[in-house]
């Protein structure tokens, strides 16, 4: 596949866009050094498994209202968090991902951004991510398939992400693609799902403060199996709405199409906000057991919206959420 990839010095935004040069370098440094040193793999010698020695620690600023204390919930323990999951690409079960994308290298990686907006082209991640603060956020995260988890994602908000691509007024949705490699990614030589992976939101929903453009969890970058190194986290809808290793985001008018929809339109819509009171067809939605919470897990009731209905109820006034599911 051939990229073009267009460099800028400074992506001519607004200053108030961009972090002081002199603290997105030292970020920088801070990110590399840490790497070249192999701070990771001291980590491991600390009793930390394997599969983070490549993890690089990552300078985070914490807001109170996204801690844990504030959500009054416990953190998933990281062991958990990286162990049991869903990423097609590296295989079906609950435990491929983090057994198959051991030698996946993330970077260097680039994002082709198009459609309606002024400042499309092809971008690097040092492009896309250096000029903003990294933000700690612990959210909720709720599978479609009934188990949670609470995760300390280290992100920016997508918006600040996609203001600097300036949308133009016919970006009525953003769509995501997913890496399709099949030699990177040995999933995707099983058409289990069609490749490559796809996801949208609506521009409204992609704008809101809590949806975010994850680069880490548990303070480091992120792991292979979790989406590196670039994946959303949309907190109020099912988990798979949180489509991993992006490398296309494309402002469209027309709703884009998801996989999951693909491929199974009767039980997953494009909306997918998470709703206690609608049983997706072959299991009720009403709880969800809670990972890591012990060989009896914690079955605890699902709130509306996943707990965010204060901040996002208002994005569907009017709407029948049965309909629009
Ligand atoms: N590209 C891609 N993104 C994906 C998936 C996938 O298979 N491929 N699985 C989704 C599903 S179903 C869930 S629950 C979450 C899991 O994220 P986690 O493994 O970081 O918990 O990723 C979502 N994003
Ligand atoms: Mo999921």
Request: charged share 25%; net charge neutral; aromatic share 12%.
């Amino acid at each position: 596949m051939i990229m073009l990839i267009k460099r800028r010095e400074s992506w001519q935004l607004p200053e108030s866009a961009v972090t002081p040069r002199e603290v997105f370098e030292d970020r920088r440094r801070f990110i590399q050094g840490a790497s070249a040193l192999g701070l990771g793999a001291i980590a491991g010698g600390l009793g930390f498994p394997m599969r983070d020695a490549m993890a690089a620690p990552l300078a985070t600023v914490h807001p109170a209202a996204y801690s844990a204390e504030a959500l009054g919930l416990d953190v998933t323990a990281k062991e958990h968090a990286t162990s049991y999951n869903n990423f097609y690409e590296f295989g079906t079960g609950k435990s491929d991902p983090v057994e198959n994308a051991q030698d996946f290298k993330p970077l260097p990686w680039t994002v082709e951004v198009s459609g309606h907006a002024a400042n499309t082209g092809t971008f690097s991640y040092e492009d896309l991510v250096s000029p903003h603060k990294l933000e700690e956020r612990v959210y909720r995260f709720r599978c479609v398939e009934a188990w949670s988890m609470v995760v300390p994602w280290v992100g920016i908000p997508l918006a600040d992400m996609l203001k600097r691509f300036e949308p133009t007024s016919g970006a009525k949705y953003v769509a995501f693609e997913t890496l399709y490699d099949p030699e990177r990614m040995p999933g995707q030589n099983r058409s289990v799902i069609p490749w490559p992976y796809v996801e949208g939101l609506r521009i409204d929903e992609a704008m809101n403060p809590l949806t975010m453009m994850v680069v880490g969890m548990y303070g480091e970058t992120l792991p292979n199996q979790n989406g590196a190194p670039l994946r959303l986290i949309v907190p109020w809808k099912y988990g798979f709405k949180s489509i991993k290793s992006i490398v296309k985001i494309s402002f469209t008018e027309e709703e884009p199409k998801t996989t999951w929809n693909m491929a199974n339109s009767r039980e997953y819509g494009f909306y997918s906000n998470v709703n206690p009171e609608k049983s997706h067809p072959r299991w009720s939605q009403a709880k969800e057991r809670v990972i890591g919470s012990g060989l009896f897990p914690e079955r605890r009731p699902t709130p509306m919206f996943n707990g965010y209905g204060e901040q996002v109820a208002h994005l569907y006034d009017g709407m029948d959420l049965k309909k629009f599911f």
